[in-house]
Nanobody, 127 residues
Framework: QVHLVESGGGSVQTGGSLTLSCEVSDRLAGSYAMGWFRQAPGKERKLVAAISWSGSVTHYPDSMEDRFIISIDNAKNTVYLQMNSLKPEDTAVYYC????????????????????WGQGTQVTVSS
């Protein structure tokens, strides 16, 4: 059983920063493509960022501005999402997800491609 545990969420004011962490409890975690999604109240869950297990390839949807950075530390089985210049519209529950597909340059962009999900962490940005 693979478990993903997110941490780092919280409440910040507009313009603030947060770094989310997601630890994967599996010895093969270093070979998982990883992604961060978010779901705002009343809205669909959407991709925020994706990364290959090697960390060499990252993907951000066109709708995302250059305020978020995804990174991975395979020595710690952990993926991070650094969020800068936060806005109230960034308020959402943020989920990390793991795709066990192999390939050092592979990343996934669709929800159905991810097999494992964390429980989510709340991020609230106040104006």
């Amino acid at each position: 059983q693979v478990h993903l545990v997110e941490s780092g969420g919280g409440s910040v004011q507009t313009g603030g920063s947060l770094t989310l962490s997601c630890e994967v409890s599996d010895r093969l975690a270093g070979s998982y493509a990883m992604g961060w999604f978010r779901q705002a109240p009343g809205k669909e869950r959407k991709l925020v960022a994706a990364i290959s297990w090697s960390g060499s390839v990252t993907h951000y949807p066109d709708s995302m501005e250059d305020r978020f950075i995804i990174s991975i530390d395979n020595a710690k089985n952990t993926v991070y999402l650094q969020m800068n210049s936060l806005k109230p519209e960034d308020t959402a529950v943020y989920y990390c997800a793991a795709d066990p597909s192999t390939g050092p340059y592979y990343y996934a962009i669709a929800e159905y491609e991810y097999d494992y999900w964390g429980q989510g962490t709340q991020v609230t940005v106040s104006s």
